[in-house]
């Protein structure tokens, strides 16, 4: 292929054992937008997620363990607090790289998601 | 309620970067940003969303592949991308079409289940996919 012929990301998957739990959890504890019409989706900034259940196509649950998906937040420590204050549990402190700050957690699948916030500049 | 304004990044995890390179880069020809930080971290743009293509076994923790569809990227033409992934060698897996829009799975080097992608109904309010 001379260019690319991928022009974005149509929609990242989100494996769950329970729909309605997970959509609870994105919608109302993190607060992410949910699509318009389709239940299962909701959207962060231009990216869309879908939310599905493996059983439902003969496949084995396995939980999203790795792509450790960044949410971006202006502050990390203030949106930690507030997760926490809802009952989410954190894995770890939050992490300084020198150039960022992570916080790791999950959702009720276990899937991996983190709060991410970007301090240095890019150059 | 925190205000999550974009993802910033997914990792996509592999176990060898030169092959994942090739895949991520040459084969599927995303842009990959010049000023990605180290030979084990590789950034792509992909419209909206950076993918990260990273080794696990170099960032202390162990490698597991992503689960199926957890990356859906969009083509024009699954058909054409299919076909075009396969003069290249790779297995792409047999196309499906949902009645809104069209999928084939393929594998990268590392396991990675990634789905190309292409909605060609309108959504329910009439817009059509950007």
Redesign the interface.
């Given at each position: 292929?001379?260019?690319?012929?991928?022009?974005?990301?149509?929609?990242?998957?989100v494996?769950s054992t329970d729909w309605r739990r997970s959509r609870a959890f994105y919608v109302d504890t993190?607060?992410?937008r949910p699509d318009?019409?389709a239940d299962g989706e909701f959207w962060?900034?231009?990216?869309c997620f879908?939310i599905?259940e493996?059983a439902s196509f003969g496949?084995e649950f396995?939980?999203?363990?790795?792509?450790?998906?960044?949410?971006?937040?202006?502050d990390v420590a203030?949106?930690r607090a507030?997760?926490e204050a809802k009952g989410i549990e954190f894995l770890g402190e939050t992490f300084d790289t020198g150039?960022c700050h992570m916080a790791f957690f999950t959702d009720p699948d276990g899937n991996d998601l983190m709060?991410?916030h970007?301090y240095a500049p890019?150059? | 309620?925190?205000?999550?304004?974009?993802?910033?990044?997914?990792?996509?995890?592999v176990t060898d970067m030169d092959a994942a390179n090739h895949f991520y880069g040459e084969?599927?020809?995303?842009?990959r940003n010049p000023?990605s930080?180290g030979d084990d971290w590789v950034e792509y743009e992909?419209?909206?969303?950076t993918?990260v293509v990273m080794t696990?076994h170099t960032h202390d923790?162990e490698?597991?592949?992503?689960?199926?569809?957890?990356?859906?990227?969009?083509?024009?033409?699954v058909a054409?991308?299919k076909a075009?992934l396969e003069a290249?060698g790779l297995e792409v897996a047999e196309m499906w079409d949902s009645g809104l829009c069209r999928g084939a799975g393929v594998e990268d080097p590392a396991g990675n289940r990634i789905?190309l992608?292409?909605?060609y109904a309108p959504?329910?309010?009439g817009s059509s996919p950007r």
């Amino acid at each position: 292929m001379s260019g690319s012929v991928v022009t974005g990301v149509d929609f990242v998957g989100v494996p769950s054992t329970d729909w309605r739990r997970s959509r609870a959890f994105y919608v109302d504890t993190l607060g992410l937008r949910p699509d318009e019409t389709a239940d299962g989706e909701f959207w962060v900034g231009q990216t869309c997620f879908g939310i599905y259940e493996p059983a439902s196509f003969g496949i084995e649950f396995a939980p999203q363990k790795n792509a450790h998906i960044a949410l971006h937040v202006e502050d990390v420590a203030a949106a930690r607090a507030e997760l926490e204050a809802k009952g989410i549990e954190f894995l770890g402190e939050t992490f300084d790289t020198g150039v960022c700050h992570m916080a790791f957690f999950t959702d009720p699948d276990g899937n991996d998601l983190m709060l991410h916030h970007r301090y240095a500049p890019r150059d | 309620m925190i205000d999550v304004e974009r993802v910033d990044y997914i990792r996509v995890p592999v176990t060898d970067m030169d092959a994942a390179n090739h895949f991520y880069g040459e084969l599927l020809g995303l842009r990959r940003n010049p000023n990605s930080p180290g030979d084990d971290w590789v950034e792509y743009e992909v419209g909206n969303v950076t993918l990260v293509v990273m080794t696990p076994h170099t960032h202390d923790y162990e490698f597991a592949p992503l689960p199926p569809s957890t990356i859906a990227l969009r083509v024009p033409d699954v058909a054409a991308a299919k076909a075009s992934l396969e003069a290249a060698g790779l297995e792409v897996a047999e196309m499906w079409d949902s009645g809104l829009c069209r999928g084939a799975g393929v594998e990268d080097p590392a396991g990675n289940r990634i789905l190309l992608h292409h909605r060609y109904a309108p959504y329910p309010d009439g817009s059509s996919p950007r």
